[in-house]
């Protein structure tokens, strides 16, 4: 699976973004997939997961409420939307993906893609 991800850019605090993540491969719409972000100076952080159905999802606290992922199987893509963003929100943002379940792919998914950069100005 190849994974490429999209929409990062530069926005004002309280603004909005949607990063997209497209996948290939005919299996992909099977995996579990998810985002990752990586602020400067910090170690990558798991942000948010959604199973291969988009039943099932979860965040890290610190985008509850915020964000909201989702997928459309059909376009083997995910998207990342992200209200309300706060300067910390800052980080480059990673697609990943796994074909095992949500635990897996909070902890190490087996596909990256490559990041895109999200700047928030205060």
């Known amino acids: 699976v190849q994974l490429q991800a999209s929409g990062g850019g530069l926005v004002q605090a309280g603004g909005s973004l949607r990063l997209s993540c497209a996948a290939s491969g005919r299996t992909s719409s099977s995996y579990t997939m998810g985002w990752f972000r990586q602020a400067p100076g910090k170690d990558r952080e798991f942000v948010a997961a959604i199973g291969w159905s988009g039943g099932s999802t979860r965040y890290v606290d610190s985008v509850k409420g915020r964000f909201t992922i989702s997928r459309d199987n059909a376009k083997n893509t995910i998207y990342l939307q992200m209200n309300s963003l706060k300067p910390e929100d800052t980080a480059v943002y990673y697609c990943?993906?796994?074909?095992?379940?949500?635990?897996?792919?909070?902890?190490?998914?087996?596909?990256w893609g490559p990041g895109t950069l999200v700047t928030v100005s205060s």
């Open positions: 990943a993906g796994t074909k095992l379940g949500i635990g897996a792919m909070m902890v190490s998914p087996e596909y």
